[in-house]
Nanobody
């Protein structure tokens, strides 16, 4: 069972930056992965995704140019860390951010989810 653990959320002022991290518990180097977010009263939406090789990346229009998705993967040991660098944050970026992993599909429709990390952007 793949476990994903996010970290790095917090409170930041508008215009500031945060970096989120997501560590996977198993060998998931061949999984597509992504960051998703859910604000109160809204559906969960994809923010950014990256394929297993790191060759392709997808960004929602709302974050294009401000967010960068990256991954640090090793194939011989259990190391797969997904990052989301978030710059020029806006109040509308406030949400719970989730990491997701999908073994078969890109962009991912995750089979596995982390517990989420809260990001709050103040004005």
């Amino acid at each position: 069972q793949v476990q994903l653990v996010e970290s790095g959320g917090g409170l930041v002022q508008a215009g500031g930056s945060l970096m989120l991290s997501c560590a996977a518990s198993e060998r998931t180097f061949n999984y597509a992965m992504g960051w998703f977010r859910q604000a109160p009263g809204k559906e969960r939406e994809i923010v950014a995704a990256i394929d297993w090789a790191g060759d392709r990346a997808y960004y929602a229009d709302s974050v294009q140019g401000r967010f960068t998705i990256m991954r640090d993967v090793a194939t011989n040991v259990v190391r797969n860390i997904l990052y989301l660098q978030m710059n020029n944050l806006k109040p509308e970026d406030s949400a719970v951010y989730y990491c997701g992993a999908d073994r078969h599909r890109y962009p991912p429709t995750p089979d596995y989810w982390g517990q989420g990390t809260q990001v709050t952007v103040s004005t």
